[in-house]
């Protein structure tokens, strides 16, 4: 599976927008790019995806780069509740295809 | 609820005794995951059922035992495990197995203790 590169930690004030970074250079044509995020002492939960088109949903907005190589996590308004570590994964389509977790990003929400 | 549900949320046992963790999910979903989390350390997918048939292994050691008797409930039966086993246990489902165009659901997790 194709690698993406996410930076450690990042910080972000409540309120405000949020955009996390994901680098994936070696993608290729059937990978889809999938964000998920997990709380403390919980399991991964589902954000969103998209492969080639910007997407947004109820959560969050997707903006993938023309060339594909990068994508932008971004939440509108985050809030203390957005505190979290946020993964970006790529997974290939078809039967092959699975969700392997990197370290993801650590966001911290500060009031 | 997250719509897959494992229990029990916690365990602790010790190195010879056999326990059997328990996920289910009432999402119409045919795929069924267990992950590994130690701490600090990514998820580890060990394996993957799609129609109740295993998939794929990752090479996991045999005290670890997989059963999927059906669609909706998957079991990991431990026995004679070792403490660096401890660690939280995740079970996710899919519509079809594999990745692409479809999310996973997670459950909250069985967060394991070996003494």
């Known amino acids: 599976d194709a690698k993406t590169t996410q930076p450690n930690s990042m910080e972000s004030n409540e309120e405000e927008p949020v955009h996390l970074p994901c680098n994936h250079s070696t993608i290729s044509g059937t990978d889809y790019i999938h964000w998920y995020r997990q709380l403390p002492s919980q399991g991964p939960e589902y954000v969103i995806h998209g492969l080639t088109s910007n997407v947004n949903n109820r959560m969050a907005s997707l903006a993938i780069a023309e060339d594909r190589k990068s994508s932008t996590l971004i939440l509108h308004r985050a809030t203390l509740r957005d505190a979290a570590v946020y993964y970006c994964i790529l997974s290939e389509s078809g039967n092959t295809g699975k969700l392997i977790f990197g370290q993801g990003t650590t966001l911290q929400v500060k009031p | 609820e997250t719509g897959v549900t494992q229990t029990p949320r916690h365990l602790v046992m010790g190195m010879t005794n056999k326990k059997s963790l328990k996920c289910e999910q009432h999402?119409?979903?045919?795929?069924m995951y267990w992950y590994k989390q130690s701490a600090k350390k990514p998820l580890e997918l060990m394996f993957v059922y799609n129609f109740k048939e295993q998939t794929e292994n990752n090479s996991v050691p045999s005290r670890f035992s997989p059963e999927c008797p059906n669609s909706s409930h998957l079991f990991l039966h431990l026995h004679t495990l070792q403490p660096e086993d401890s660690a939280l246990y995740l079970c996710?489902?899919?519509?079809?197995?594999?990745?692409?165009?479809?999310?996973?659901?997670f459950g909250s997790g069985t967060r394991l203790t070996v003494v």
């Open positions: 999402l119409g979903h045919n795929a």
């Open positions: 996710a489902s899919s519509p079809y197995a594999g990745g692409g165009n479809y999310g996973y659901t």
